[in-house]
C-alpha cells in the first residue's frame, strides 16, 4: 500500500461540480489500495475576492487580520470537499492547517514551515479515512496565531505534509497538463516537459513561472520527495520534478534550455544621485532588508565624475513598494541621495537550463531574440542556469515568445491545454 499526497488547486475545485469530479479522483485513488492525504486550496478566486474586500475597510489592514481571512476560502473547500467524498461512500475528515500540524514562524503573509506534525492525519489514515487537509496555513509556534504561507502556498503544504508523512509521492493537480516550457497562457506552442530537476523547478518557480510554489520545489529537494504535476481535468501523465531526471537509463536528455519564466510582480525603484561613496548603497539594503522586503536584481552604474554621484536601481515585489518608498525617504538626508524614481510597468523574462553552464553563446541568442521583437533591455541578472532581463511590461508576451521560438522549444503541434482558471 502506498501513501499518496495529493493537492488541488482553486480552478481545481472552483465549483461543485468541480469538487464532485475531485471528490472522485480521490475516492478512486483509495479504492485502488492507498492511504490517500489531500492538501486543498481557496475555491476559485476566493482569495483574491477575500483580499479586495479587506483593501475595501482598510487600506492596510493588519496582517494577523488579514491572514485569519485569507484562510476561512481554505476552510470551505476543504469542508465541501470531505462532505462530496462522504456522498461516494467513503469517510474523510477536514483539518485545519493547525489542527493538522503545521507549525510557522510568525511572519504573517509569507510565513515559513518550521515542522510539521501529523499526529491527527495519521490517525485518521490509520481509521482507514481519507485526510484533507486546509492549504497555505498553519499556526504559529511563538504566538500561536493563525499564519499563511503566501500566495500558491498550498503546494508547500502538501509536499511539507508528504515529507513529514513519508509519502511515495506527492501529486500537484492543476489546471493545465504539467510544467511546461513556458506558460501556456502566453505561449499556446510551448511543450510539457516530462522530467524536471529540482534545481531547474527553483528557478523557474523564483522567477514566475507560479505552477509550482517555490518553497515547495525548496522542500521537496531538501527531503528528496518526487513531484508529479499534473491536471485534475485530464489522466495525462504530467511533469516529474526530481533530483536528477537526466540520469542514464532514463530517456530525457538534458537540454541547455529548459524553459523561459516571466514574472509581471516586481516594480523598480531607482535611487537617483548617490554620493559615490564607502557604505552608501549598504544603507540602502540594509533599510529595505530591516524592512523585510527581498530585493531581486540590483545594479550601479557608474558615478559621473562631474557630480560624484551615481544611481541605484533594484527590483523589488510590487506589494512591498509602499513600505519601501516609505524607508527610503526616511534615510534620504542621512544617506544625501537626490531623489527617488518609481517604477511598475516592468516585467523579468529568465531563460532557465542547467544545459547552459557548459554552453556559451546562450546570452547572445538571448539578446538578439529580444532586438529581433523590439524589445529593449533595461536590466540583466545571471546565475550558473539562468539568464534574467527587465524590460518594459508591454514586451513581455513577445519577448517570451521570441526567446522560445529562438530556443526551438515550440511543440510542432499544439499540445498545451488550459483548462481552466483566470490565470490571476
Ligand atoms: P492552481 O490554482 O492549481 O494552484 P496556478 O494558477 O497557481 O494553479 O498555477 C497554474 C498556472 O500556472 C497555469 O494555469 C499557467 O498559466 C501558469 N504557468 C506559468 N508558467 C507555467 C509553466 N512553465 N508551465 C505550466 N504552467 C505555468
Ligand atoms: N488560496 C491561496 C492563494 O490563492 C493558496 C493557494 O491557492 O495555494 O494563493
Ligand atoms: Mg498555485
Redesign the pocket.
Known amino acids: 500500500m502506498a501513501l499518496v499526497v495529493q493537492k488541488y ?4 475545485v472552483a465549483d461543485a461540480t468541480c469538487i464532485k469530479r475531485v471528490a472522485q479522483r480521490i475516492v478512486a485513488t483509495k479504492k485502488a489500495g492507498n492511504d490517500v492525504v489531500v492538501a486543498v ?1 481557496a475555491m476559485g478566486d476566493t482569495t483574491d475576492d477575500l483580499l479586495n474586500l479587506a483593501e475595501q475597510v482598510s487600506p492596510l489592514p493588519p496582517a494577523r487580520e488579514l491572514d485569519m481571512l485569507l484562510t476561512s476560502g481554505e476552510r470551505i473547500s476543504m469542508a465541501l470537499l470531505a462532505m462530496a467524498i462522504a456522498n461516494l461512500g467513503q469517510e474523510a475528515h477536514s483539518f485545519t492547517g493547525s489542527q493538522a500540524g503545521v507549525i510557522t514562524n510568525a511572519t504573517h503573509g509569507k510565513a515559513r514551515i518550521i515542522d510539521v506534525t501529523p499526529g491527527r492525519i495519521r490517525e485518521a489514515l490509520d481509521q482507514g479515512r481519507i485526510a484533507i487537509v486546509a492549504g497555505f496555513q498553519g499556526i504559529s509556534q511563538g504566538t500561536k496565531d493563525i499564519t499563511t504561507l503566501g500566495r ?1 502556498g498550498t503546494d508547500t503544504t502538501a509536499v511539507a505534509l508528504a515529507a513529514a508523512l513519508e509519502a511515495d509521492v506527492c501529486e500537484i493537480y ?3 497538463d504539467g ?2 516550457t ?4 502566453i505561449v499556446p506552442t510551448a511543450r510539457k516537459i516530462p522530467g524536471i530537476s529540482y534545481e531547474e523547478m527553483m528557478e ?1 518557480a523564483a522567477c514566475g ?3 509550482l510554489h517555490l518553497r515547495c520545489v525548496e522542500y521537496a529537494r531538501r527531503f528528496n520527495m518526487p513531484i508529479h504535476v499534473r491536471s485534475s481535468f485530464s489522466t495525462k501523465e504530467g511533469t516529474w520534478v526530481v533530483s536528477d531526471p537526466y540520469s542514464e537509463g532514463t530517456e530525457m536528455e538534458q537540454p541547455i534550455v529548459s ?1 523561459v ?1 516571466h514574472d509581471r510582480s516586481e516594480a523598480k525603484i531607482t535611487v537617483v544621485g548617490v554620493p559615490d561613496k564607502i557604505g552608501e548603497a549598504a544603507a540602502i539594503v540594509r533599510t529595505l532588508a530591516d524592512a523585510e522586503i527581498n530585493i531581486d536584481m540590483i545594479v550601479q552604474n557608474v558615478s559621473a565624475a562631474a557630480t560624484g554621484r551615481t544611481d541605484i536601481s533594484f527590483t523589488i515585489p510590487a506589494t512591498d513598494s509602499q513600505t519601501a518608498l516609505g524607508a527610503l525617504k526616511k534615510i534620504q538626508d542621512q544617506v544625501g541621495f537626490e531623489s527617488l524614481r518609481y517604477d511598475d510597468q516592468i516585467g523579468k523574462i529568465s531563460l532557465i537550463g542547467a544545459g547552459m553552464r557548459s554552453h556559451p553563446g546562450i546570452t547572445a541568442k538571448f539578446f538578439a531574440a529580444l532586438a529581433g521583437v523590439g524589445v529593449n533591455i533595461e536590466m540583466i541578472s545571471t546565475s550558473e542556469i539562468r539568464i534574467s532581463v527587465i524590460v518594459a511590461e508591454d514586451g513581455v508576451d513577445a519577448a517570451v515568445a521570441a526567446a522560445h521560438k529562438a530556443f526551438d522549444l515550440d511543440a510542432d503541434e499544439v499540445e498545451a491545454v ?1 483548462y481552466g ?1 483566470t ?1 490571476r
Open positions: 488547486g482553486g480552478s481545481s486550496s500558491g492543476t489546471d493545465v510544467v511546461f513556458a506558460d501556456p497562457r523557474m513561472a507560479k505552477v524553459g519564466a488550459v482558471g490565470g
